[in-house]
T-cell receptor, first 115, second 112 residues
Framework: ETGVTQSPTHLIKTRGQQVTLRCSSQ?????VSWYQQALGQGPQFIFQ???????GRGNFPPRFSGLQFPNYSSELNVNALELDDSALYLC??????????????FGSGTQLSVL | GQQVMQIPQYQHVQEGEDFTTYCNSS?????IQWYKQRPGGHPVFLIQ?????EVKKQKRLTFQFGEAKKNSSLHITATQTTDVGTYFC????????????FGKGTKLSVKP
């Protein structure tokens, strides 16, 4: 088991609403990445936070935003929810390395359903 | 954009049989990682390969990184029911730091 915790575990929202997902990183890790995993697909990179700043972003619209706090925990916010946003949202913590992708320690995820 | 493809999508084996999944990237990778996701679980890191032609072993699992650093494979010898899950390869997406491009995975089922 990793030390990465996510809340809530499940969430049901309706189209147009906003949602905030939370993640506590593993002790000693200073970087948090968020991934979206649709059913039957591999995880897709949303963005990464390091030192409380967005350090990299995947191909997701601006209504996906995030925060990282001084204790390295993080939030993912999604505005104006769409049906296609229904997925498992995974948080992963790591230690940042400029030279190589560090291995990711994933949390158990938040299953978001948009109706 | 950059793609990481995995085959096969599904593999059903009898316990004791071998299993191999293949990963191909449309671009040269600086490194590749492998993850395993049990049903209903989250991805768990297995290994990272960095060098061209690298081969690493973990008990019954053998990982290879191609000479051109565009492909990789995972081979499991004598599968067990505990090997059930989806195996993902993930390559560096370049550009954004931390951007790992995951394949769609190979879902392994093992019949006892």
């Amino acid at each position: 088991e990793t030390g990465v915790t996510q809340s809530p575990t499940h969430l049901i929202k309706t189209r147009g609403q906003q949602v905030t997902l939370r993640c506590s990183s593993q002790s000693g890790h200073n970087t948090v990445s968020w991934y979206q995993q649709a059913l039957g697909q591999g995880p897709q990179f949303i963005f990464q936070y390091y030192r409380e700043e967005e350090n990299g972003r995947g191909n997701f619209p601006p209504r996906f935003s995030g925060l990282q706090f001084p204790n390295y925990s993080s939030e993912l916010n999604v505005n104006a929810l769409e049906l296609d946003d229904s997925a498992l949202y995974l948080c992963a913590s790591s230690t940042w390395d400029r030279a190589v992708n560090e291995k990711l320690f994933f949390g158990s995820g938040t299953q978001l359903s948009v109706l | 954009g950059q793609q990481v493809m995995q085959i096969p999508q599904y593999q059903h084996v009898q316990e004791g049989e071998d299993f191999t999944t293949y990963c191909n990237s449309s671009t040269t990778l600086s490194n590749i990682q492998w993850y395993k996701q049990r049903p209903g679980g989250h991805p768990v890191f297995l290994i990272q390969l960095v060098k061209s032609g690298e081969v690493k072993k973990q008990k019954r699992l053998t990982f290879q990184f191609g000479e051109a650093k565009k492909n990789s494979s995972l081979h499991i010898t004598a599968t067990q029911t505990t090997d059930v899950g989806t195996y993902f390869c993930a390559g560096d997406g370049g550009g954004s730091q931390g951007n790992l491009i995951f394949g769609k995975g190979t879902k392994l089922s093992v019949k006892p």
